[in-house]
Every structure is written in structure tokens, then in C-alpha cells.
């Protein structure tokens, strides 16, 4: 009860930029593609579909979205005024089924958003191909994942959309990037609400916030943030966006820094729990190693390690590490067409999308930061080994 792992999240590193040319070497840091900074990762994405609905005049622009994803995915579809079509997930895999995205794209379709899930990217380059016939944007939505070295070549869409929220790859406690190909984007971005940005208590503010995350992050202390309950720490609930604004400098500084030690961090922990599968050898259809099922690269950095088990199976798992304060986390509990407070959202959609549902039911995922000790990767082993 007094040890609880969070899901995900590493320290972050107060190392601040030289303040005197911080938007070039932001630039630097990006290139070749053109870097926007805004206030969050849903503010990047609404930018991007802002700039897609505005490269492709029509009448009722539409946005292609996977079924089963995060719910700020519809905040900036609808801040961004473009309506959400959803797609349902290939069967036990994070991907969207591409004959569905065929049959759903239309001269109405503005952008494709292609989510990484945890590191896991989606086929961007067979979905292009279906883009283009539309004449539409590839979206790739990145907020999940970061290149773990500086080979960018990963990122396959025309824009990628970054989060530097907390529980991101990179995390600054907030923040977001829009990377584009092409600097020509510049003349359909919305404009940005420019924040007064100058102050200096600002900056202390956000100083101690990271001074606490820092130190509230450890398992020996974290238990304590989740007797909090308004602070209703990891639910994911639908936030209508009120508007886009800039990041603010204190967190550009912090950025570069904190790249860099997301690259040094080591692969171990993912490497471990892998190891611990591959050794226990459960049948296919007791667990579902997607890493391992999506034949991800080695070398790839997950921000979680995502399984998929059995409903009840998977219920019973979670309420043990929770116990044992192992961090999993279930993710989304439904699919995006049925998460409360979306008013009429899908009120012409009577899809049932089977494999995300299913997906959302069978998810669980195990953390992959550097905090895990031997002691916690036994017990993994273990809890897991009841499953087969
Ligand atoms: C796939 C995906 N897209 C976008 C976002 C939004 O990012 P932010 O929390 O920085 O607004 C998230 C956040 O969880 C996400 O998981």
C-alpha cells in the first residue's frame, strides 16, 4: 500500500537552454522539418487539422481517426471544426483496419491521423496511399512516442504531432510540437493566443512543479498522490479545447535537455519484461505480446509494455499489481464513439466497432520506466505466470 509505481513518466532534468538563441536551436533540434510549439499536444493536433481543413476546401470537412484512442483526439477535431470519423482497429492489434479507411475516405476528408500507440507505429506508409487518392494529410500522431535516437526517418507523415505532457516520452509537464515537412504550412496554421510569457514568477511556478514532480514520482511517495480524489489521477475523460496558445519559454528552454536524457535512458526494463515472456511462454490466446505480435524493432523505445489478455483475466491482473503497487494501467475504458459528455458527436454513426471494443477490454499495460527494481520484475514474472 505505501509502494506504488506510477505508469510511466522518468525524471525530468532542469537544465535550462541559453535563453539568447533558443528558437534556433529549437529549430536545430528538428530539423529538416519545420517545428511549431504550442501549449499542448491537443493544440498541436487541432493546429494540423486546422492547416488540413484549410489546404482542402470542402463543404463538411472530415477527419479520419482510429476507433479506439485517446479523447483529446476529438477535442481537437472538434475545436478544430472538422467532424471525426472513426475506424475500427484490425483484430487484436493497435492499427486501424485499412479497407475500412478505403471505404470511409472522401472528397470531404481533410487529414488521416495515424496514432502511434506506446511506441507501436501504424502503418503510415500503406495509409498515405489511401491519402492521396483523397488528396488529404497523413496526420501522425506521436504523442506516445519519441525516436529514442535522432533518426527521424521513424516519422512517416506530412505532420507529426508531439506531447511533452506528463506520462509522454518526453515530458515537460505540458507542452506540445507540430513537425512539418513542408514551411509552407506557416500560412494555414491558426493563429495562437500570444500568452504574456515574460514574467519571472511564471517561471518559478513551473520551477517548483517540476522540483515536486521530481521528487512525488518516486514509489515511496506517489502512493500519497493517489489518495488524492479530486485530483483523479489517470482517467481519461473528453476536455473540450478552449483555445490554442503558444508554449511558454520556460518550457522551451527545458526542451533540449530533456531530449537528450530520454536518449540516454536505457532500454532495460522493456528488455526485461519481454525476456520474462518470451520465458513463460503463455499460448496466444491467454496473451497477446503486441510489441512482439507488431514484430516492433528491437532498438524501439515503448513508453508502456501493452499486453492483451482476457477480460476477466486481465481485471484480476490489473487489481494485483495495483496492489502490489506495480503500476499497470488499463488505458481507455471504452471507444471514442461512447465516451461520455460528447453530446451528438456520433449521433449518425451506428458502427460497433468489435476489435477496438474488444481491445479496450483486453488491454493492459505494464510500465517500462527505469524506477522498475529486480524485486518488481520477479513479482511480474510471477503475477504473469498464472496466466498460463
Ligand atoms: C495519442 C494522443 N494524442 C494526443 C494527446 C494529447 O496530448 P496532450 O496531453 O499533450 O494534450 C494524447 C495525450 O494523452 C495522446 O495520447
Redesign the pocket.
Known amino acids: 500500500m505505501f509502494y506504488k509505481h506510477t505508469p510511466v513518466g522518468n525524471r525530468i532534468r532542469y537544465v535550462a537552454s541559453d535563453g539568447a538563441d533558443l528558437t534556433g536551436q529549437l529549430q536545430q533540434l528538428f530539423d529538416p522539418f519545420k517545428s511549431i510549439f504550442y501549449d499542448?499536444?491537443?493544440?498541436a493536433?487541432a493546429a494540423a487539422l486546422v492547416a488540413a481543413k484549410r489546404s482542402k476546401q470542402c463543404r463538411k470537412p472530415e477527419v479520419i481517426l482510429p476507433a479506439y484512442?485517446?479523447p483529446?483526439?476529438l477535442s481537437?477535431a472538434v475545436f478544430a471544426g472538422v467532424k471525426p470519423i472513426l475506424v475500427d482497429l484490425e483484430q487484436n492489434r493497435p492499427w486501424m483496419q485499412i479497407d475500412e479507411i478505403e471505404r470511409k475516405a472522401n472528397r470531404d476528408t481533410v487529414a488521416i491521423v495515424c496514432?502511434?500507440f506506446l511506441g507501436i507505429p501504424e502503418r503510415v506508409e500503406q495509409i498515405r496511399g489511401v491519402a492521396a487518392r483523397v488528396n488529404a494529410f497523413v496526420i501522425e500522431?506521436s504523442?506516445?512516442y519519441f525516436p529514442h535516437t535522432r533518426d527521424y526517418d521513424s516519422w512517416k507523415g506530412d505532420l507529426i504531432?508531439l506531447?511533452?505532457?506528463r506520462?509522454?516520452p518526453v515530458n515537460l509537464l505540458?507542452?506540445?510540437v507540430l513537425l512539418a515537412r513542408d514551411d509552407a504550412i506557416d500560412t494555414r496554421l491558426p493563429e495562437i493566443e500570444k500568452a504574456m510569457d515574460s514574467a519571472k514568477p511564471k517561471e518559478f511556478r513551473y520551477r517548483l512543479k517540476v522540483l515536486l514532480y521530481n521528487r512525488i514520482i518516486s514509489p515511496r511517495l506517489y502512493w500519497i498522490l493517489l489518495k488524492v480524489p479530486f485530483l483523479d489521477i489517470g482517467s481519461?475523460v473528453y476536455k473540450p479545447m478552449a483555445n490554442i496558445a503558444p508554449l511558454s519559454t520556460a518550457t522551451k528552454s527545458l526542451l533540449a535537455s530533456n531530449i537528450e536524457l530520454y536518449r540516454s535512458d536505457r532500454l532495460d526494463t522493456q528488455r526485461n519484461l519481454s525476456s520474462i515472456l518470451d520465458e513463460l511462454k503463455i499460448d496466444q490466446d491467454k496473451l497477446i505480446d503486441l510489441p512482439r505480435s507488431c514484430e516492433l524493432g528491437e532498438g524501439s523505445k515503448l513508453l508502456r509494455y501493452p499486453l492483451l489478455i482476457a477480460q476477466r483475466e486481465r481485471d484480476n491482473l490489473l487489481q494485483v499489481l495495483e496492489e502490489k503497487g506495480l503500476g499497470p494501467s488499463v488505458m481507455y475504458p471504452t471507444t471514442l464513439n461512447r465516451i461520455p459528455n460528447i453530446d451528438d458527436l456520433f449521433a449518425e454513426d451506428s458502427d460497433t466497432y468489435p476489435h477496438a471494443t474488444n481491445f479496450s477490454k483486453r488491454i493492459i499495460t505494464l510500465p517500462t520506466h527505469n524506477r522498475i527494481t529486480p524485486r518488481d520484475f520477479r513479482q511480474f514474472k510471477l503475477l504473469l505466470s498464472y496466466l498460463s
Open positions: 499542448s499536444g491537443t493544440s493536433l484512442g485517446c483529446d483526439l481537437a496514432v502511434n500522431d504523442a506516445q504531432v506531447s511533452l505532457g506520462g509522454k505540458g507542452g506540445g481519461t
